[in-house]
């Protein structure tokens, strides 16, 4: 009979799950798509269930539920910190042990409830295994080296494991609470940007400033020998403070922080030059915070090669979906082949899970080809089609996929912004082609409208070019990073033909993160770049997550429909349905 393994990760942040049927990834889906919670943390019922219908299965059918980290050996953690902490932690203990003894510490009985199953079914994994497994099983390497770094799991903070048919065998650790990730969170808050959101808006921001205060990060969060860092406990405060992740004495190295919400006026017209000169300053911290954290992982991804002996790298954790990082690791690092786990937080942990339980316990062999993000729900065309009838949308429907790609190409060259809604959502917080938002990145004033009027979010942050396989020369991409193309996971230099005919996709500093969008695997989104190619000899287009500021992306024809009404894009392409924008009237204006 063939073996059922469900993942599941969950209670912290990006609660997911995934299915595994005799080692092959069948489902993945993160919780927050069908409560529209963004990083919803809750256990992932949702997801589990969508993952069980697809494969015709029920609960009872599932041979074992893996959950993505040991809750005991975290909550030792937790007692064990805030005890050595006190009288300091006394804010935080009680908050801690309330959450921890209300109903983290009973996770097993949870899962038991929640799932449906007996608890013989229910193993454990631990965190940074599950980022480790999730990252080298989906990779194409036999053998490789793997880097885990993220805030923390149950204790380490970074991890270095080898991988191998053997599975995978853990090298070295460094633990809480001197944490890579943590330092780069402390940053975030410190700009102003909330935790677990805000980092990508640092690293877009990082573009704009210089790293003016990198000797002071190198002061308190310091490099050691053998590839380990230490944090200077005085300045960094997520070990013993149940709010701040720092104390006063970084703002006497940094300057006074920003205060979340306040305007960033480094693009913003008619800002006074004081305003500008602050707004410079965030984004000086920015860039530095940015040029620390590549310089960390250098220094760590070094040890790791030494210690593996490998060529291969295979990265996960929050830290690995730092674009930037990733294409100075593949430049200057080691080693000759990287890979990074698209869902790379939380989420792939439980990806991971099931997968260190097929592979490495169960001895189940590793499925061949290219890991793919699209694991999760399709839309329905006929209910969208209804729905649109039902709300006064009107809609109209192309026949073969010729001539969808034709109709979505001629949206953009036409100069509009479209909803494109195609098979199966990714895992993950990358939109690949499957729920995207596309816009011909010609214009001047794209990347500016997108993210004022459609996106509704700052206006420094930058937009990715997916491009034809064959155009790759478009992106000077480090040999070491070809297997990381099809993702969208490194931001690396952009060729002067698309720096001059492209710019709503090439960020300040010159840089893109493509994604290479190959005919064998994405034949309909080539086919949208082919038609784009024939008409303006550039098969390039902007491609940003369908999702608006704050919201999980789209996970239904509603939350397409809902984000068309309340934005400015054009239309929505939900597999050959093309549905336009409503009359104000409709809209109630």
């Known amino acids: ?10 209670l912290y942040h990006d609660a997911a799950a995934a299915l595994l049927i005799d080692g092959k990834v069948v489902a993945a889906a ?10 919803d943390p809750s256990l992932p019922v949702r997801a589990a269930g969508w993952c069980l219908h697809h494969a015709g299965l029920r609960a009872e059918d599932v041979d074992q539920l893996v959950f993505y980290e040991k809750p005991l050996r975290k909550f030792e953690r937790i007692l064990t910190t805030s005890v050595a902490a006190f009288p300091r932690s006394a804010l935080s203990f009680p908050r801690q042990m309330k959450s921890w003894l209300g109903d983290k510490l009973w996770t097993r ?11 013989a079914k229910i193993g454990f994994s631990e965190h940074h295994l599950s980022h480790a497994a999730s990252a080298f099983y989906s990779s194409p390497f ?12 149950e204790w380490a903070t970074t991890s270095i494991w080898r991988g191998g048919p053997e599975g995978l065998t853990p090298l070295a650790e460094v633990r809480w609470p001197h944490s890579l990730g943590l330092v780069y969170s402390a940053l975030t808050a410190f700009l102003g940007f909330a935790v677990n959101e805000g980092e990508y808006k640092v690293m877009g921001m990082a573009a704009w400033g210089q790293p003016r205060y990198l000797e002071q990060l190198h002061q308190i969060a310091k490099l050691t020998p053998g590839g380990g860092f ?7 405060s997520h070990h013993w403070h149940p709010t701040r992740a720092s104390t006063d004495k970084l703002a006497a190295l940094l300057g006074p922080p920003r205060a979340p919400g306040s305007p960033i006026a480094l693009l913003e017209p008619g800002a006074d030059a004081g305003a500008r000169a602050e707004g410079q300053r965030h984004a000086d911290i920015a860039a530095s915070t940015q040029r620390w954290l590549e310089d960390a992982l250098l220094h760590v991804v070094r040890h790791a090669h030494a210690l593996s002996g490998e060529d291969a790298l295979c990265l996960a954790g929050g830290v690995a979906l730092n674009a930037v990082a990733n294409h100075r690791l593949a430049a200057e690092g080691p080693f000759a082949h990287l890979f990074v786990q698209p869902a790379a937080g939380d989420a792939g942990g439980a990806l991971g899970a099931a997968q260190w339980a097929a592979h490495a316990v169960f001895g189940q062999p590793r499925p061949a080809g290219p890991f793919r993000c699209d694991l999760g729900p399709e839309i329905d065309v006929g209910h969208a089609r209804q729905l649109a ?23 953009l060259l036409a100069g509009r912004a479209v909803g494109f809604v195609q098979g199966r959502a990714e895992l993950g917080p990358r939109a690949l082609g499957h729920r995207s938002i596309l816009a011909d990145p010609r214009g001047a004033g794209t990347a500016e409208r997108v993210n004022r009027q459609i ?30 193309a099809p993702y969208m996971v490194i ?8 720096r001059s005919e492209a710019p709503a996709v090439v960020h300040v500093d010159g840089t893109a993160r493509p994604q290479a969008v190959d005919p064998g695997r994405e034949p309909l989104y080539h086919g949208v770049l082919d038609a784009m190619h024939a008409a303006t000899g550039l098969g390039v287009a902007l491609n940003t997550s369908f999702n608006l500021k704050g919201e999980p992306l789209v996970g239904s024809a509603t939350d397409a429909l809902a984000t068309l009404a309340r934005s400015a894009l054009d239309a929505v392409w939900i597999g050959p349905l093309r549905i336009g924008r409503p009359s104000a009237r409709a809209l109630g204006e």
């Not at 949308?393 to 001629?410: I, K, M, N, T, Y």
Request: charged share 25%; no cysteine.
């Open 142 to 153: 036999e053998r490789a080296a793997v880097l885990v770094a993220d805030g923390v799991g």
């Open 1 to 10: 009979m063939a073996r059922v393994i469900l993942g599941v990760s969950a």
């Open 30 to 39: 993160q919780e927050e798509r069908f409560t529209r919670l963004k990083h």
């Open 491 to 498: 931001a690396s230099p952009a060729a002067d033909q698309l």
């Open 455 to 484: 996106k509704l979010r700052e206006p420094f942050r930058p937009f990715a070019p997916s491009a034809r396989a064959a155009d790759m020369g478009l992106f000077a991409l480090p040999p070491a990073a070809a297997d990381l």
């Open 109 to 119: 009985n949870r899962l038991v409830e929640a799932f449906g199953l007996p608890s």
């Open 389 to 411: 009838d039902d709300l006064g949308f009107p809609h109209d429907e192309v026949s073969g996929e010729d001539q969808l790609a034709a109709g979505v190409a001629a949206d």
């Open 230 to 236: 230490t944090l200077d406990l005085d300045v960094f």
